[in-house]
């Protein structure tokens, strides 16, 4: 099995993908075997720092540092359990010491196996409002963003409540309604493109299917790992 090398950026997030990791590779492999994991986080703030500024190349660099550090430990295959911090990525991806497996690419594949002929993307508003939120458009699927004030609040919930820990009725409530909206506008699916989204949102509550970003990473992993 190969090592993974998990770069994390956010808590919660780089969390559930870990336990993911560990409890479907259990699943997979027998009762409490996964393959070797291995993460390395840099404090959020100087990430979010960063991001505010719109230094994307600096972002990226501190990716690089993390799976510098990790390939270090014996990684041999990178995940970024972070959505918004991929447009980082993507300007550093091929001076990477490790292959990377993509956060974007994965939901893409998995919404184009699913069939979805258009997507919601929820996320942080970094993610939404940036220059591609997501990797549909060569698997020919459309996609949707809430709306200005939806973005807004989204964005607050994601980082006043759900990196904190915070997961509260009236935010669920919330995203139910936004997601309700995207149905009206004829999305088929939502993509939880916030790797903290599954904590509060799941296929018993969300009133569409979800592509959930966290969950569908780790698995790619898992996979790639055990070939």
Known sequence: MKHI???????????????????EGGALLGPHAHPEVSLHNFPLSEYQRLIDRDEWPEAGAMLLESATRLVRAGAQILICPDNTIHQ?????????????????????????RRQFKRVGILGTRFLMEGPDPSRLA??????????????????????????????????????????????SDGCEAVALACTEIPLLIDETSSPLPIL?????????????ATQ
């Open 5 to 23: 090398g998990i770069v994390a950026v956010s808590t919660e997030g780089a969390a559930l993908c870990y336990r993911t990791i560990c409890l």
């Open 212 to 224: 959930d970003s966290t969950r569908i990473l780790a698995r790619a992993a898992l996979r790639a």
């Open 138 to 183: 060569p698997a020919r699927i459309e996609y949707r963003t809430p709306n200005a004030g939806q973005r807004e609040r989204i964005n607050q919930i994601i980082y006043d409540e759900l990196v904190r820990a915070q997961f509260l009725p009236k935010s669920r409530e919330y995203f139910q309604q936004v997601i309700r909206d995207l149905a």
């Open 88 to 112: 980082g990525l993507d300007l550093v991806r091929e001076r990477s010491p490790a292959p990377w497996i993509h956060i974007a690419e994965e939901v893409t594949r998995e919404a184009a």
